[in-house]
């Protein structure tokens, strides 16, 4: 009888070890799965956080026939190594040539998406997205007349050379006042399309009183 109480004994013992052994792997396998779980989060917290950044900066950017045609400046930029992308705080953004009049484009916030092979889709150019109280601004040269653009977003393609939107826009000239919505702009040829619900109001020209006779 005892030797029969002494299997039973090793068995329930034997029982428990196992289901200890079972209990403690299962442990074991939770805490891989929650390290590797934190790590990937950290090593993706690390690909969005910013891998550096500059204040009050300023630089020129080269077009693709090596001419000087846009110089940048910001309160601060952050590059975003997840996406590639440049995040510029309060940015004016001046295109100049010497057969053209410059433009001054000023705004909140410009994301920067560069030209690159390894993102998917690949990008072919350089993108710049201009956000909140964007303005546009052309002086009077001596082959254009003075024009401010009022938007809350632009998407400039350096490489083209051109500016659009799909946002309401506000043009203003020296004797036009226009609406619309959606607009493209082209700085090498110095064409502005405005493509839809346009209205335009004309400024009555103020006359001089005649001199008196004497």
């Known amino acids: 009888m005892k030797h029969h109480l002494t299997i039973d004994r090793f068995r329930i013992w034997l029982a428990v070890v196992m289901l200890g052994v079972i209990t403690l792997g299962a442990i074991w396998v939770m805490e891989v799965v929650r390290r590797n779980a934190g790590d990937e ?21 080269l077009s693709n026939n090596g001419k000087a045609n846009y110089h940048v400046t910001g309160e601060r930029l952050i590059h975003l190594p997840r996406n590639d992308n440049i995040e510029i705080t309060h940015p004016q953004i001046n295109s100049f040539d010497e057969n053209r009049t410059p433009l ?94 346009v209205k335009m109001h004309l400024k009555r020209r103020v006359k001089s009183a005649p001199l008196p006779i004497k």
Request: glycine share 2%; no cysteine.
């Open 41 to 61: 989060q950290n090593r993706s917290s690390a690909r969005a956080a910013p891998d550096y950044y500059v204040e009050k900066f300023n630089f020129i950017r």
């Open 104 to 197: 001054h484009l000023r705004a909140e916030l410009a994301v920067v998406s560069q030209k690159s092979t390894t993102t998917s889709p690949k990008r072919e150019h350089d993108e710049v997205h201009l956000y909140d109280q964007v303005s546009v601004e052309r002086p009077e040269g001596l082959n254009s007349q003075f024009m401010r653009l009022e938007t809350n977003y632009l998407l400039l393609l350096p490489d083209e050379d051109l500016i659009k939107t799909d946002k309401p826009v506000f043009v203003k000239t020296s004797t036009i006042e226009t609406t619309a919505v959606g607009m493209l702009a082209n700085n090498a040829t110095q064409e502005l399309d405005l493509l839809s619900k």
